[in-house]
């Protein structure tokens, strides 16, 4: 029910409660409200949950996932030498 | 699809769960609060990837299975009179009520329509001036802005023959509920990464402290459960209770403010029941007073009807993490995703459906060798 998903802004027209987009859900597109993300530009990527872009993906901390993972990984061989 | 399918590396995920095996040294329950997660862990096997000392719990988060049954009935009830069109996300067709679901009041003829978004319903009141329009309002607080645009809307253009059945439910006032109970097993969460995109996570600071327990917001493909599985463990073994965001692709610390603003604007707080769970005080929205006039249960006169569950679906246990699907008699038997007596079999989030779905053979399997 929560479920929300990933898509690429194409289009943004409307100001406002009124503003909406063109959004790619991997070739996908469909309308979307973005009403809630006023700052958002053509080209973001943004999470949309029933119609609505609920928030921005920020490129930078979408990295920290496979980061963590590498810090983690050379801290698991520290642990296993010493 | 960018943002998905990297998250769903099998390499990555064996190294998540290497590494929870390597911090786990002793047995740990984690509830993960929100179904779209429980339904990643069944579909994907994530329980099956953890050491053995990790219990994962599954929690309330899934609004289909918390509706009330007093909702449902109502929302037959209305979508049952012949100048209605109900409008509803596809999941709460199949909901049992007292006496049938919504998808029997289409097959006698009622007009229920199953619609992507509120915004879809609205749009239909537009077209259907000599009709009443009613929208299904469901959700947790990620739904909340989407609904709360729609009344807003609703009112500001005049659309008079709209409204809305409100059953809104909040998370922080449900997770303290399991907090406090006497049979609470959950000594760690993983929050909903799209409930806090709206809402942020500060609310969760005051039960982390309160009651001990680390919080990690967490999103929803494999590598984020494992990443907040990681993470919960490590708080668990250091002994440290703390709010953490392993979903910082999505969710801010403050939220989404502009969408909060709006909530606040068209919702107020007030006291729900949970199917399966009971009254939880403050653990709901409802209208507010200045759009009363697009609440349909006042329009349809129906506010009053209540009703008390009777069935001998586990479901209250199962959504507290007291028990799994597998240990209720009923499950796979008389109990279905076809023929569901409780709502955690009919929604795809619902625990019950996701082992019905991807655990069923496993489960049949134990339950014959434990007959042998």
Not at chain 1, 18 to 47: C, H, M
Not at chain 2, 102 to 127: H, N
Not at chain 2, 313 to 339: D, N, Q, Y
Request: glycine share 8%; aromatic share 8%; with cysteine.
């Amino acid at each position: 029910m929560c479920l929300a998903v990933p898509g690429k802004i194409l289009t943004i027209a409307g100001d406002d409660l009124l503003r909406s987009g063109a959004v790619s859900f991997g070739g996908v597109t469909k309308q979307v409200s973005l009403a809630y993300v006023p700052e958002a530009k053509v080209g973001d990527y943004v999470i949309v949950h029933v119609g609505f872009a609920i928030s921005i993906v920020d490129e930078s901390e979408a990295m920290q996932t496979f980061e963590y993972l590498k810090q983690m990984g050379e801290l698991g061989e520290l642990e296993q030498t010493s | 699809m960018r943002y998905v399918d990297e998250y769903r590396d099998r390499a990555a995920a064996g190294r998540y769960a290497r590494a929870i095996a390597r911090i786990t040294t002793r047995p740990w329950s984690i509830m993960e609060v929100c179904g779209g997660q429980t339904h990643s862990i069944v579909k994907y096997g994530i329980d099956e990837l953890l050491p053995r000392q990790i219990t994962l719990l599954h929690g309330p988060g899934c609004p289909v299975c918390v509706t009330p049954l007093e909702l449902i009935d109502k929302a037959t009830q209305i979508a049952a009179r012949p100048e209605v069109i109900f409008c509803s996300f596809g999941d709460m067709l199949r909901v049992p009520g007292t006496s049938g679901d919504l998808f029997s009041v289409k097959a006698k003829g009622g007009d229920v329509r199953i619609v992507y978004s509120p915004t879809d319903a609205l749009a239909i009141a537009r077209q259907n001036p000599g009709r009443q329009v009613v929208f299904f309002a469901v959700g947790f607080e990620t739904t909340a802005p989407a609904n709360a645009m729609v009344v807003y809307q609703a009112h500001a253009q005049r659309v008079a023959n709209f409204s809305v059945l409100v059953s809104h439910v909040l998370v922080p006032p449900a997770i303290e509920a399991l907090l406090s109970a006497p049979d609470n097993r959950t000594q760690g969460f993983l929050a909903a990464g799209h409930v806090c995109t709206v809402m942020g996570y500060e609310q969760y600071v005051p039960l982390a402290e309160k009651y001990h327990v680390p919080i990690v917001v967490t999103g929803f493909e494999p590598l984020d459960i494992l990443q907040g599985i990681f993470m919960c463990v490590r708080q668990l073994e250091d002994g440290r209770a703390e709010v953490e965001n392993q979903y910082l692709r999505s969710v801010r610390r403050q939220g989404n403010l502009p969408a909060q603003e709006l909530v606040t604007k068209v919702f107020r707080v007030v006291p729900r029941k949970w199917r399966g769970v009971g009254e939880i005080r403050q653990s709901g929205l409802g209208l507010r007073d200045q759009y009363a006039a697009y609440d349909a249960e006042a329009r349809f006169g129906i506010a009053a009807y209540a009703v008390e569950e009777d069935s001998e679906c586990i479901s209250g246990e199962v959504l507290r993490g007291v028990k799994k699907p597998h240990e209720c008699p009923a499950f796979a038997g008389r109990c279905t995703p076809e023929h569901p007596l409780g709502a955690t079999m009919v929604s795809n989030e619902g625990a019950c459906a996701a082992y019905y779905r991807y655990r069923r053979q496993d489960v049949t399997a134990a339950v014959v060798a434990q007959g042998d």
